[in-house]
């Protein structure tokens, strides 16, 4: 089973993606960390860079297609739901509350324009929408996972999802 997990900054993926994959005995791809191999170029004003995601989501098909990953696999981060849904078991968007990101935010030390844009994210429910335009089918291979209680409780909720 291929799982991908996807959903704003700050919204508790690579916890999430860490502690199932662990539980799961599965592999964990960090997306984030294979972004920085097709860097552009860096956005201080966003304090992140920018990347070929085209690139990296040809690359990461053949690599799914070609099994590198094996059999069992979890790939996180926040453009997962990009990822061709014929890969995919199953996509967990995971969401969390807007005041919760908020301090997660400024804990971490966004600036305001990231707080901003990173929130409007969440708000609109971004992530799960785009996955639904990338062929993704509602309630049987997405599902929107909220995790504003114990990581424990969130994983309880994807566990359920992947029977």
């Not at 996807?6 to 960390?33: F, M």
């Not at 995919?88 to 707080?115: F, H, V």
């Not at 599902?143 to 409780?153: A, C, G, H, P, S």
């Amino acid at each position: 089973m291929i799982i991908a997990i996807s959903g704003s900054v700050g919204s508790g993926k690579t916890t999430i993606a860490k502690t199932l994959s662990e539980k799961l005995d599965y592999k964990l791809i960090n997306l984030n960390e294979l972004a920085k191999e097709y860097k552009i170029e860096d956005v201080q004003k966003l304090q992140t860079f920018d990347f070929d995601l085209d690139k990296l989501l040809d690359d990461l098909e053949l690599k799914l297609k070609n099994k590198e990953f094996g059999d069992n696999a979890i790939l996180e981060g926040h453009f997962a739901h990009f990822i061709n849904p014929e890969l995919i078991s199953r996509l967990i968007i995971i969401g969390k509350d807007l005041k919760q990101l908020k301090q997660i935010y400024k804990d971490r030390k966004y600036n305001e324009q990231k707080i901003k844009d990173n929130l409007e994210v969440e708000s609109f429910n971004l992530c799960f929408y785009e996955s639904l335009e990338e062929g993704y089918k509602e309630g049987k291979q997405v599902f929107l996972v909220e995790n504003n209680e114990t990581i424990q409780d969130t994983i309880d909720k994807i566990k359920i999802l992947l029977i």
